[in-house]
């Protein structure tokens, strides 16, 4: 064997890095992969191209969906809300966050849905979502139902409640909020965790559905515990908590629904085409282990 050898060849544009996301302490996603768009500004975004989860979407240093899985996300967070309603009651649905469209593709899959609002504050994710993950699109980019606003979505529902406009569905799909100890705060999403935020959207849908993600407790407990009593002083009683496995999160994904009624049963018989939902996982999403009830849900309850 000699001792010298020639350089690796160039593979292409963008450079070849190792990266690793703090998880835990002591614990680490790791990646590799080529950079193929990289900025900051107010949210620092990279795009990854990584052999095993296509394309990756990291915001702060946190991957918020990657090519390969993100349809399990996107359709748990949307379907399993809409699927608890009878056919024909969703016809108008806020999307808060969300500007990678995923929630507005499963959404537009419903005939009877007559507007879908999108309000994401920053104006270059659906930019890169075009660009770099086209499979995220609506069937119909151009979907005349589908408005995207560049907006502060906690001044937007403001504006909405003030002009007494009602919505049938609410999702907010956002980054996780701030968990730092220090008085800083550096997530865009950080108010729509709020509870102010969260009873201004009773006014806005006051007999529709309000779903939030809540992160992966297993590693996240206080992020679905603080959305819990969050949940409870603005909701009451019509509060639920399902699941999702998402992969690329490492385990399951939380999610917090205000319903009115029981949304453990799915109520319709069509589905549209999916790859990960299906009426048997709807039913399923919402057994939860129990040391999420014995360490958040039913301790807070």
């Given at each position: ?20 996301e703090p998880v835990q302490k002591g614990y680490f996603y790791g990646y590799e992969g080529v950079v193929l768009h990289e900025e900051g500004g107010e949210q620092a975004i990279m795009i990854l191209e990584n052999p095993f989860w296509g394309r990756i979407f990291f915001i702060n240093g946190t991957a918020q969906f990657t ?235």
């Open positions: 064997m000699p001792i010298m050898e020639t350089s690796l060849p160039t593979e292409g544009p963008g450079a070849k890095i190792i990266l690793g090519s390969r899985d993100e349809f399990i996300y996107h359709e748990a967070l949307v379907h399993i809300p809409i699927q608890a309603f009878p056919e024909g009651r969703v016809r108008k649905v806020l999307i808060c966050g969300g500007g990678d469209y995923g929630a507005a593709r499963e959404v537009l899959k419903y005939p009877e849905v007559e507007k879908v609002l999108i309000a994401d504050i920053d104006p270059r994710v659906p930019r890169l979502v075009r660009q770099f993950f086209p499979a995220l699109l609506p069937q119909d980019p151009a979907d005349p139902r589908l408005e995207l606003l560049t907006v502060d979505a906690f001044a937007l529902v403001q504006e909405l409640v003030e002009k007494n406009e009602h919505f049938d569905l609410v999702i907010i799909d956002s980054t996780d909020p701030d968990i730092s100890l220090a008085e800083r705060t550096l997530e865009l999403s950080h108010s729509l965790f709020s509870e102010s935020f969260h009873r201004m959207l009773l006014q806005l849908a006051p007999e529709g559905a309000i779903v939030q993600q809540a992160a992966t407790p297993f590693t996240m407990k206080e992020i679905l515990e603080g959305s819990y009593r969050v949940f409870q002083r603005v909701y009451g009683k019509d509060i639920f908590c399902y699941r999702a496995s998402i992969p690329s999160f490492g385990g399951d994904n939380a999610y917090l629904l205000r319903f009115p009624g029981d949304p453990t049963q799915p109520r319709r018989t069509w589905i549209p085409e999916t790859l990960y939902y299906t009426h048997q996982i709807h039913r399923a999403s919402f057994a939860l282990p129990r040391f999420w009830l014995k360490e958040v849900l039913d301790k807070n309850g």
